[in-house]
């Protein structure tokens, strides 16, 4: 299984930009789906998941400005970011629980970098 994100790059602040990651492999069920990302001497956090029913939950800092969203049948979760923030700039990680048919893992991108300037 794999996780491929895509969609990462320089945008001035207020501008906006769409994430997305594809899983492939040996799927048999994806359940939860999230973005985290991990800024220059930070620790990684979660910014946003969303679970297999879709129900979505966002960390405080993203509340109102990014929407997680997911395709299930092309295995791919998107973030849409809007209004971003210099705050905003890290590397932006996809990740997602996948059962194979016999246990559920957890499995991550590659990472894709965002910079927002100021």
């Known amino acids: 299984v794999q996780l491929q994100a895509s969609g990462g790059g320089l945008v001035q602040a207020g501008g906006s930009l769409r994430l997305s990651c594809a899983a492939s492999?040996?799927?048999?069920?994806?359940?939860?789906m999230a973005w985290y990302r991990q800024a220059p001497g930070k620790r990684r956090e979660l910014v946003a998941v969303v679970t297999s029913g879709g129900t979505t939950n966002y960390a405080n800092p993203v509340k109102g400005r990014f929407t997680i969203s997911r395709d299930n049948a092309k295995n791919t979760v998107y973030l849409q970011m809007n209004s971003l923030k210099p705050e905003d700039t890290a590397v932006y990680y996809c990740n997602a629980g996948i059962n194979s048919g016999f246990r559920t893992t957890d499995y991550w991108g590659q990472g894709t970098e965002v910079t927002v300037s100021s």
């Open positions: 492999g040996s799927i048999f069920a994806i359940v939860a």
